[in-house]
């Protein structure tokens, strides 16, 4: 058996990984010249520091990160808010927290009846949930889950939470992540970055073609044949991890969702700056909105501060000057911009796109075909719980 | 001797004869014939002083040598063994004969000869106390250790609490062991998170010292305790304070936070069922004590966090997580 993975990222080169140890032929075909897709970490002098994904809140990544011999910290993080006149306030206040109290156990009654098996699935039925987050906690008046939500939802990438459509808010806000970012739970760093993940990984995959952009993939009898800007070649699987466009596949089921497939243009900016004594920091009034900055995390050591700062949309002078405004008034001295990146991230559908039973057809359709959809595509783009769908898929395909 | 002079004793030996000369000079036979045979076929240069080969190539480079010294500071009672496995945890493989030539290279070859070399590390803590009149809120911590003896007949129980001696904030938690590692945890997951809400501007931290609850490491323990505190942007000095020398202020504070928080859970003791139950109930009356409870002050009666926003003008902010009940 032959199996060609679309995608060099988290997903493919784990999914490369992991057919290579059951002695399956693999072969990754990556578009840039490089693999590890959201997984990237810069070296500032001794700083190890994360461009795209940052840290793991589950436990369940130790699992790789110990077979593959990655050292990892887990550490407590402090996180501070900020009100739209930049004055630091409270993520939630006392009398808010008494509201969250009562709301909790509400909020994991309804929980259990949406996602009976919990949300360690790929992405299922949509149910009454393709409405947005914000209005869907409102008619079930869970007010205050919304509010712990909204900054890390736009944290992980989602956006707005008046437009992120319920379901895939909640699949990935279960109430165990839930009470983890109220506890304040201690988060997981991989000590070398995550570009260490990829780059373990990449050693242990024999076959990997870089800058090379499919073109055509058709399923024909029996087989999948994959057309390249260079060549042709027969695979009897084909995953694929990463969205595509439109037409490159041959299956009108795949197809409809490649073309309705969106995804939130984000940006990373990274600045030197001056302050030591900051930690990572929300505007709690951006979150959600395009062109403000939603967050930034710190990385330091003795006489360098490093901050990374995300915000929504195209990259521009503008918005990176705005940027730097914000983080200025936040009282926070800019030395000089390090890096300006933009990313396209959490591949979803628009809730006008969205059928109820959508993820369902697809799943069915995926049993039958050669081809599938892995990753973020159909699953939560939170880095344990593409390890955890990612094994769990292969062990029931291969 | 360089060259010239070299050449000097060669003529006097042509004119003077050999064995004169070498006699004046001390200088063997062997080696005015080894410096003539040089000087006939290389002229004045062969008698340059040949030079040494440089460094061995396996020399160890002066980093590693620099990590093995600051591992030896901090673990003085280590042997050339455990610095290795201690060597490979930070990706550096060295046998362990390395180890201990570096060891014999800077006169640290014996246990009693490492332990002075790690106490004379400028340790940046002191065993007087800061004057305790001029300190604003936030500004000096006490830590120290509190044990209700055995729980269920089985590990002893200890609270390990550290409390703002102006504003009376303070954290306690409950664990089974004297360890660097419990005290870690009560400062990471407590302490300094609410500190960095609270804006405190930390400078000292205060130690009971304890004669049964000693430190057995006390210059690792301030080490990895420095550490913590500036990864978090603190930068206080330590204090260790011995039994006779605490202040009454010390000693009443420890009392009422003791009596009013700590006490509480003394009667639950025999009947609770387990850790979980009483490290809920210890942490709820340490929630109420610091947002509700009155205690008093100069300016008046008033819960510590409602003291420390008065005094230092500055509105109460709280983690999400200080409201609620949460395990450990």
């Known amino acids: 058996m032959h199996v060609a993975i679309i995608g060099g990222g988290f997903t493919g080169l784990l999914a490369a990984y992991l057919l290579e140890q059951k002695g399956i032929l693999v072969t990754v075909y990556e578009k840039e010249t490089h693999v590890g897709g959201h997984c990237r970490t810069l070296a500032y002098q001794n700083l190890m520091v994360e461009i795209g994904t940052a840290v793991s809140f589950g436990p369940q990544l130790k699992e790789l990160l110990l077979t593959l011999e990655i050292p990892y910290s887990e550490r407590f993080t402090y996180r501070n808010f900020l009100d739209e006149h930049y004055h630091k306030v409270e993520h939630l206040s006392h009398d808010e927290v008494l509201l969250l109290m009562e709301e909790l156990p509400r909020f994991e009654a309804l929980y259990k009846v949406y996602f009976p098996q919990g949300a360690h699935d790929t992405y299922g039925r949509f149910q009454d949930l393709t409405i947005p987050l914000e209005a869907f906690l409102e008619k079930v008046k869970l007010p205050m889950i919304g509010q712990v939500i909204a900054p890390h939802l736009s944290a992980y ?20 992540t839930l009470q983890a970012i109220i506890r304040g739970d201690k988060l997981l760093f991989v000590d070398d970055g ?7 990984l990449s050693q242990n995959i024999s076959d990997v073609r870089y800058a090379i952009e499919v073109k055509n993939i058709v399923p024909l009898q029996g087989k999948v044949r994959i057309d390249t800007s260079y060549d042709t070649a027969f695979y009897d699987q084909v995953l694929i991890t990463t969205k595509l466009p439109k037409d490159v596949i041959k299956d009108t089921l795949y197809n409809e969702l490649m073309k309705k497939i969106d995804t939130n243009p984000y940006i990373t900016c990274i600045y030197e700056v001056e302050n ?48 730097r405004k914000d983080i200025e008034r936040s009282g926070v001295e800019v030395r000089h911009l390090v890096m300006a990146k933009q990313w396209y991230i959490f591949p979803h559908l628009k809730p006008w796109n969205l059928r109820e039973d959508f993820y369902v057809a697809l799943r069915a359709h995926q049993k039958e075909s050669q081809i599938s959809l892995m990753g973020s595509l159909v699953s939560k783009p939170s880095i344990a719980h593409l390890y955890e769908t990612t094994k769990a898929f292969l062990e029931e395909r291969f | 001797m360089d060259k010239k002079q070299k050449q000097a004793i ?27 045979h ?58 362990e004969s390395c180890v201990y030539n570096i060891m014999k290279r800077h006169d640290l070859s014996t246990r009693a000869k490492r332990m002075r070399f790690a106490k004379k590390k400028p340790i940046q803590s002191l065993s007087s106390i800061p004057d305790l009149d001029t300190l604003e809120s936030g500004e000096c911590w006490l830590f120290f250790i509190t044990s209700y003896g055995p729980f269920q007949g089985k590990h002893p129980l200890y609270a390990y609490s550290i409390i703002d001696l102006k504003s009376k904030i303070a954290c306690s938690r409950l664990y089974e062991e004297l360890s660097m590692n419990c005290f870690e945890d009560l400062l990471s997951a407590a302490a300094l998170p609410v500190a960095q809400n609270l804006n405190f ?24 305790t420095q550490r913590i ?26 009392t009422f936070y003791t009596k009013t928080c700590l006490s509480s859970i003394i009667p639950l003791l025999p009947t609770a069922d387990n850790l979980t139950e009483l490290k ?33 003008g500055s509105t109460m902010i709280l983690p999400l997580w200080a409201y609620l009940d949460r395990d450990y």
């Open chain 1, 157 to 176: 990438g989602f956006g707005s939470a008046k437009e992120t459509p319920a379901y895939y808010a909640l699949h990935t806000f279960d109430p165990r």
């Open chain 1, 194 to 200: 995550m570009s260490q993940v990829i780059h373990k």
């Open chain 1, 276 to 323: 030591k004594n900051i930690v990572t920091t929300y505007y709690k009034a951006n979150a959600g909105k395009k062109e403000t900055i939603q967050f930034f995390n710190i990385y330091k050591e003795k006489g360098k501060t490093i901050l990374v700062a995300y915000a929504y949309g195209l990259l521009s002078k503008d918005l990176i000057e705005s940027i």
């Open chain 2, 10 to 36: 060669l003529m006097e030996g042509h004119v003077h004869g050999v064995t004169k000369t070498c006699e004046k000079y001390g200088l063997s036979r062997t080696l005015y014939y080894r410096w003539l």
């Open chain 2, 38 to 95: 040089r000087y006939q076929r290389q002229g004045l240069e062969g008698l340059q002083a040949m030079k040494k080969g440089g460094d061995p190539s396996n020399k160890t480079p002066k980093e590693t040598e620099d990590k093995v010294l600051s591992l030896l500071r901090t673990h003085p009672a280590y042997g050339p063994r455990e610095i290795k496995y201690l060597l490979e945890e930070i990706g550096l493989h060295l046998s």
């Open chain 2, 201 to 224: 501007q930390t400078r000292h931290l205060l130690f009971f010292e304890d004669p049964h609850l000693q430190c057995k490491n006390k210059s690792l323990f301030i080490t990895q």
């Open chain 2, 229 to 254: 505190l500036q990864a978090s942007g603190f930068d206080p000095t330590l204090h260790f304070v011995g039994e006779g020398e605490r202040p009454e202020v010390l000693e009443d504070l420890k």
């Open chain 2, 280 to 312: 809920l109930l210890l942490q709820r009356n340490i929630r109420r004590y610091n947002l509700e409870k009155p205690a008093s002050y100069h300016q008046g009666s008033m819960p510590p966090l409602t003291y420390h926003s008065q005094s230092t």
